[in-house]
């Protein structure tokens, strides 16, 4: 029997690992979308890019490892079950037990992997994408220039530039800045957003400075080189936070109630807090139902493509009743009682269907033969 559940387990395993592979493509394909605008809005670099991406991961294949086993498991399970290996099973004696326990142990291993990720990967994983997208948004160089723009990074600034270059040289450069007693205009053919002495600098190389004054003169200044100060220009107020979907465990049911933020969203990170815990069970509630789906039917030669579909609705309404809890969670807190008994109730249904079908037929020698699509 050992042999025959390693076998049962291995024509799972392989299937979930290429349904996993193939959707954490798709996820890395949408992902990288969203993560374009840090190259066409914030002229990053290819390695931010990318970076910003692979951090986004780990949350994304917590969400899709359920889908992942709940595919693999009908399309192998389908296969068996059509080319009689399942039926083969029962008559070499193997209990209804025997058969799913594989599929169970794999959908078991799935949900450690899937808490190991909300716990302890996905977490930091996710402060450090919070980080370099925070990083790339306060870029100076990125915030002050948009090459063939206008933009103001500050209500006393404009700032103009016809081109750049990958290794941040300017081209053709306006900068018009506004005080309270008049206003200077700078033109340079080249320039260089540098730090010198720890405050950010406009380097500006061959053009001219014309300054009006409050008395309405017009002073002219012609340079080789010009370093224009933009401390006072950039906006200091923003600080990094981090979400409720970055913190650790214990963060969220252990908040810092002395912070503003956190007694406002008290509710809100213990909601994510019950999500992190209770999500891995989808991995068991989908094999269950893509168990009862397969083998909980009768065996038929016209496929189980109506089972399927209906199995797949049911873990479908499943998952979204879950998102429903966590969402109803943040205005009450009794509410994420529900985001455990949503995929309990799912994987206790779906194995009761299972087991029914097998109490309520008499096993006899024909029906293993009425199973293979045999007439006595």
């Known amino acids: 029997m050992i042999l025959l559940e390693r076998y049962l387990l291995r024509q799972l395993l392989i299937p979930t690992l290429l349904a996993l592979a193939a959707l954490t493509v798709v996820a890395f394909l949408s992902q990288s979308l969203s993560a374009l605008?840090?190259?066409?809005?914030?002229r990053q670099s290819l390695v931010v890019f990318l970076k910003v991406t692979a951090l986004a991961l780990p949350e994304l294949i917590s969400l899709i490892l359920p889908v992942a086993v709940f595919v693999a498991a009908v399309i192998s399970l389908n296969r068996m079950h059509t080319e009689h290996e399942i039926v083969?099973?029962?008559?070499?004696?193997?209990s209804r037990w025997d058969v799913i326990s594989p599929a169970m142990r794999l959908a078991g291993f799935a949900a450690l992997a899937s808490l190991a990720l909300n716990l302890w990967i996905a977490p930091p994983a996710s402060q450090a994408l919070r980080t370099t997208i925070f990083q790339a948004r306060a870029d100076l160089a990125s915030s002050l220039v948009k090459p063939g723009e206008f933009s103001e990074p500050s209500p006393d600034l404009t700032v103009y530039v016809q081109s750049a270059t990958p290794g941040g040289v300017l081209k053709n450069i306006f900068v018009h800045q506004q005080r309270a007693n008049g206003s200077t205009t700078f033109s340079a053919d080249t320039g260089l957003i540098s730090k010198r002495g720890g405050a950010p600098m406009l380097i500006m190389h061959h053009g001219a400075s014309q300054e009006f004054s409050g008395?309405?003169?017009?002073?002219y200044l012609a340079f080789d080189e010009y370093a224009l100060d933009l401390s006072a220009f950039m906006s200091g107020g923003d600080e990094l936070h981090f979400k409720t979907s970055d913190r650790?465990?214990?963060e969220l049911v252990f908040p810092d109630l002395t912070q503003p933020w956190e007694r406002q969203y008290r509710k809100k990170m213990l909601s994510e807090a019950a999500a992190r815990l209770v999500s891995p069970l989808y991995n068991i509630a989908f094999m269950a139902?893509?168990?009862?789906?397969v083998i909980g039917g009768s065996f038929t030669r016209m496929g189980y493509n109506g089972r399927i579909m209906a199995a797949a609705s049911a873990a479908a309404g499943a998952r979204l009743l879950g998102f429903a809890a966590q969402a109803l969670a943040v205005h009450a807190v009794w509410v994420n009682a529900l985001q455990l008994i949503v995929p309990v109730a799912a994987a206790a249904i779906a194995l009761h269907r299972l087991f029914a079908k097998r109490t309520a037929r008499r096993w006899s020698p024909w029906s293993v033969l009425n199973l293979a699509g045999a007439h006595p």
């Open 88 to 94: 083969v099973c029962f008559a070499g004696g193997m």
């Open 215 to 219: 008395a309405g003169v017009l002073n």
């Open 37 to 42: 605008s840090l190259i066409v809005n914030d």
């Open 289 to 293: 139902i893509a168990l009862a789906a």
């Open 248 to 250: 650790y465990l214990h």
